[in-house]
């Protein structure tokens, strides 16, 4: 006995945890979408047996190899709009031993266990020169045994409505994505020498990844292992390599002159640049290195900072680290003239993770710029001191997102003084909003989304590629302070590549719905961004004093521990956004009673049709310009 059905693409399994019977689990036997052209058009197909059995997503031909058992293949056909796609969805377990849809299988076929539903992930190619209309097609699932001829088990219908609507390419996307790169990690999975050729053949399939994201930054590291492991050394249970090294070979020849070798870092920065990433180049190892002193991590260097760089020494023939500062320093001067002389200055950003020292910090920048006047500085701000008495040479913002929602009526005069870009992160906290294997898939969509309504011009997320020791097995590491799924968006696949993960896709959906916001706003529809957000976001605080009023500020201007900080309460949540409940969101936040739900829509149906509102108005707008503007 067989059951299936359909579900949203934000749909996330738990396998195990169906409420109801399979039947009314997979009711769901029709859906609609409507999507631009270029846009993320995808549902979901969920496929419930009694007994064990082989779901295909491939016409090839399929055995199980323990012997007869019900081949289920899956088909879909009609008049689609472009090109199918068509992913078995793995599993993954997480820290709470559950297993949870996320990975986007490339193989053909799967063994499911009986009484287990099993989703397929189905995507449509909206190419340019899709022609606006209504497409219908269905999906059919047929059966079959060993050398038995198939039948068909029973069929799905689903429409696709292409909105006169083109959404601009990824490396156009308005929305500034700044998603960390960790090569070294990249390296260690695949198995390949580190900054060989076949090391970048596999770099350029995951940054063609991120390039379709419409990733804006390269991340190059210029001293060796700036985070220490990411405090590795403290995990004794589950150890896992998580050292970056330097993209800059040292070496000090027979007269003592220290030479340098920037081929590694250019030809990564060059592979950023062929995919169209090519607004920054973040550079770590230079400010904030992390320090374990538990684990030997610290004093490598009589210096201000502990810059770690590597060097070979001809005249002896092994290899050391830089002791001196005016060695420390010689290499800073040359670095920034290199960067110069490639003429990419301008876009040069030297970063400090989570400075914790204020003071400290602010006299390292100045060292710095005393070095290389020219570089300029960005930085992920955790601490209240830090954002709101910023250091005078910071470029670039980056605050979480509970310390900005925390002084959001301070910033008004701050976001005039940024020169540079205002992004917001989270990582291992918040709980919610979140992109973690346990957070509702919504809220990676939502996160480009809350992006808009701050008026922030990007978002920033430490977490590509940072992969515990064996990703596709065990997830979790170094739990519950990291939750599974906050240090990667993509696995590594057998391939020599990034296989994607449901995250990568909401995420994408979310940042296709910034870009339909920006054109709408372009298009002077205010009013339609108003109701759009009316639709998502549940607080009147977030909603009203939050929303356009932010979002309008920003666009114009264009421009604690981890652990402490998740545990902080949302003070600008106040009285104004519980008046009807007795109770404020701050209060019920300290109380652990306020739930997201509050705060936003988990509802996929709403985020559909606030969207359906914003192709509405734009291909009304191509239809009937001088109407539409009066609005």
Excluded at 28 to 40: H, N, P, Y
Excluded at 387 to 407: A, C, K, M, Q, R
Excluded at 600 to 610: G, P
Aim: hydrophobic share 40%; glycine share 6%; proline share 5%.
């Amino acid at each position: 006995m067989y059951a299936f059905g359909l579900k949203e693409a934000s749909f996330k399994y738990v396998c195990g945890h169906m409420r109801g019977s399979p039947a009314e689990f997979c009711q769901e036997q029709q859906i609609k979408l409507v999507t631009a052209r270029r846009g993320l058009c995808a549902f979901q197909v969920l496929v419930h047996g009694d007994q064990d059995f082989m779901l295909a997503v491939t016409d090839a031909p399929i055995f199980y190899k323990s012997g007869p058992l019900d081949i289920i293949r899956l088909e879909v056909s009609g008049r689609l709009p472009g090109a199918v796609n068509k992913q078995l969805i793995g599993l993954i377990e997480d820290d709470d031993r559950q297993l949870k849809a996320d990975l986007l299988l490339t193989q053909d076929a799967i063994f499911v266990a009986g009484r287990n539903l099993q989703p397929v992930w189905v995507e449509f190619e909206i190419p340019e020169s899709a022609s606006a209309g209504i497409y219908e097609g269905k999906v059919i699932l047929w059966r079959h045994r060993m050398f038995a001829t198939e039948e068909k088990l029973g069929e799905l219908s689903f429409t696709i409505e292409v909105k006169d609507v083109t959404l601009p390419l990824p490396q156009d996307y308005h929305f500034y994505l700044d998603l960390w790169q960790h090569s070294s990690n990249i390296s260690r999975k695949h198995e390949t020498p580190l900054w060989s050729d076949a090391h970048f053949n596999v770099l350029d399939k995951y940054v063609a990844s991120l390039a379709a994201l419409g990733q804006k930054a390269a991340t190059v590291i210029v001293s060796e292992i700036p985070w220490s492991g990411q405090g590795s050394v403290r995990d004794l249970v589950y150890p896992s390599d998580l050292f970056e090294y330097s993209m800059v070979r040292v070496r000090k020849d027979a007269s003592g002159e220290f030479r340098y070798d920037y081929s590694i870092l250019d030809r990564y920065v060059d592979l950023c640049e062929r995919h169209g990433i090519k607004d920054e180049i973040e550079v770590f190892g230079l400010i904030n290195i992390w320090q374990f002193s538990e684990g030997g991590f610290a004093g490598a260097v009589d210096y201000i900072d502990d810059i770690r760089v590597r060097y070979y020494d001809e005249a002896s023939g092994s290899y050391a680290f830089l002791r001196e500062g005016n060695e420390i320093e010689a290499y800073i001067k040359a670095l920034e003239e290199h960067f110069a002389n490639r003429g990419w200055l301008e876009r040069v950003r030297v970063v400090a993770d989570e400075p914790a020292d204020l003071e400290l910090y602010q006299r390292r920048l100045e060292n710095l710029r005393r070095i290389a006047p020219s570089f300029k500085f960005k930085a992920a701000i955790n601490h209240k001191e830090m954002l709101l008495s910023p250091p005078p040479n910071l470029s670039d913002f980056v605050p979480f997102l509970y310390l900005l929602w925390d002084n959001w009526d301070d910033l008004g005069e701050l976001r005039k003084l940024v020169p540079g870009r205002f992004l917001w992160y989270v990582c291992c906290g918040p709980e919610w909003p979140n992109t973690f294997l346990r957070s509702p898939l919504i809220e990676s969509r939502l996160i480009p989304v809350l992006t808009f309504f701050m008026g922030c011009n990007g978002f920033l997320r430490w977490n590509y590629t940072v992969w515990p020791e064996k990703p596709r097995e065990r997830l979790s590491f170094r739990a519950p302070f990291w939750p599974a799924g906050d240090t990667n968006f993509v696995y590594p696949g057998n391939f020599g590549g990034p296989l994607l993960s449901l995250r990568y896709k909401l995420l994408l959906k979310g940042i296709q719905d910034f870009e339909l916001l920006w054109m709408v706003k372009q298009a002077g529809m205010g009013n339609k961004i108003q109701e759009y957000f009316s639709m998502i976001l549940r607080s009147p605080l977030l909603r009203e004093a939050r929303g356009a009023e932010a979002a309008e500020r920003a666009q114009e201007t264009g421009g604690a521990s981890k652990a402490e900080d998740a545990q902080r309460t949302e003070s600008a949540w106040n009285a104004e956004s519980a008046r009807n409940a007795g109770e404020t969101l701050q209060e019920k936040r300290a109380r652990g009673t306020l739930r997201r739900e509050e705060l936003y829509s988990l509802n996929d149906a709403d985020y559909e049709r606030a969207t359906a509102l914003l192709l509405d108005a734009l291909a009304d707008l191509g239809r009937n310009p001088e109407e539409i503007s009066r609005q």
